[in-house]
């Protein structure tokens, strides 16, 4: 065992190694560095092997859909006009995950409310789920507002003007915005993929249900349990298919904008992933630690969705997959239910920051 895991450790310094000059050969200063442009793109294709080989020895998934963006982004830096047609394999991908989204939530929030028929229990979760999001989205905006007033990242940028595309953007009045949390219709909102509206009809579905009598809840209620575990399996079938997504949506990504869209807003992704940082060691990691929560575990649970969401840039990506995973972790069905797609709408630190 000792002996796998020094490999190992040598594999991964050979990969970030590689990794290392193979990104400092895309640097524009890289061109004129004396080696030919065929030898540079070698040399990047072959560090992608690598990965793909050290994906293929850990039979990991997150693995996998690294190497998926590496290669969609090599191959969109290669050869963007090719890239481009990459980008249906993305859009498949997002199709399957955003169809598995709604059944999933219908069945394991029925399962979760209806199957212990204890409604105060979960109004009481929801109570304290809801207080949590709004303290701990406050903080993400105080942390995001210092961060970028510190390093002052835009400032004398000249943007484009976009007058002609917010002339007929209207804001939403408070009234609006709570009464679009209720659905008027359950199959338009899971057509339109709103995810709270589906979220809120499941829960008074499944408070309605717990109310009927034993003998003619147990029925609706196998069918629910019986959606929910097939929704998983389908989940998983559909992750397969993650590194192929991640592949055409990174490829399309660079070929439609190039590597170059990224050196310009260096300063502005460094102020985030710093705010970031600041705030999951500042605020969720203490949060964590007094829930008790075995951090590695989490850490590692959460590995594949973020980089889903990351590679993807669509939070509803992960979701499925967040879900089962947090289950695995030992999280309660009925909390996975209810408190990460109300997260969706109503938790966005990342978007705060």
Not at 168 to 191: G, Q, R, T
Request: proline share 5%.
């Amino acid at each position: 065992m000792p002996d796998n895991s020094h490999r190992r450790g040598i594999l991964i310094a050979i990969l970030a190694v590689v990794f290392a000059i193979a990104t400092l050969t895309m640097l524009p200063h890289g061109r004129g560095a004396g080696i030919m442009p065929v030898a540079l793109e070698s040399l990047r294709w072959v560090a992608i092997l690598l990965l793909a080989a050290y994906a293929t020895a850990r039979r990991s998934l997150t693995a996998w859909i690294f190497v998926g963006m590496a290669a969609g982004a090599e191959l969109g830096y290669d050869a963007p006009a090719t890239a481009m047609h990459f980008q249906v394999l993305g859009s498949i991908f997002l199709r399957l995950i955003k169809v598995i989204i709604a059944p999933l939530l219908f069945g394991t929030l029925v399962v979760g409310i209806a199957g212990h028929a204890d409604l105060k229990k979960v109004g009481r979760m929801g109570i304290k789920a809801i207080v949590y999001f709004e303290i701990v989205s406050t903080i993400a905006i105080l942390i995001g507002l210092a961060a970028i007033n510190v390093s002052r990242a835009g400032v004398g940028i000249q943007l484009p003007v976009v007058a002609e595309e917010l002339k007929n953007v209207v804001p939403h009045s408070a009234s609006e915005l709570i009464l679009n949390v209720f659905p008027e219709n359950i199959a338009k909102a899971v057509a339109e993929g709103q995810v709270l509206q589906v979220v809120v009809f499941s829960l008074l579905f499944g408070m309605a249900l717990a109310m009927v009598p034993e003998a003619k809840r147990r029925p609706m209620l196998a069918l629910a349990e019986s959606l929910s575990e097939t929704m998983f399996k389908f989940t998983n079938l559909v992750m397969l298919a993650a590194p192929v997504g991640v592949f055409g949506a990174i490829a399309y990504a660079t070929g439609h904008m190039g590597l170059g869209i990224f050196l310009p807003l260096l300063k502005l992704l460094a102020t985030m992933y710093v705010a970031l940082i600041i705030f999951v060691c500042g605020i969720l990691l203490p949060v964590a630690l007094l829930a008790k929560i075995p951090v590695a575990r989490f850490a590692k649970a959460v590995a594949e969705p973020v980089a889903i969401a990351f590679a993807t840039a669509s939070s509803e990506a992960a979701l499925p997959r967040a879900m089962e995973n947090m289950e695995a972790l030992g999280v309660p069905r009925p909390t996975v239910a209810f408190v990460l797609p109300t997260g969706y709408s109503f938790n966005l630190d990342g978007s705060s920051l």
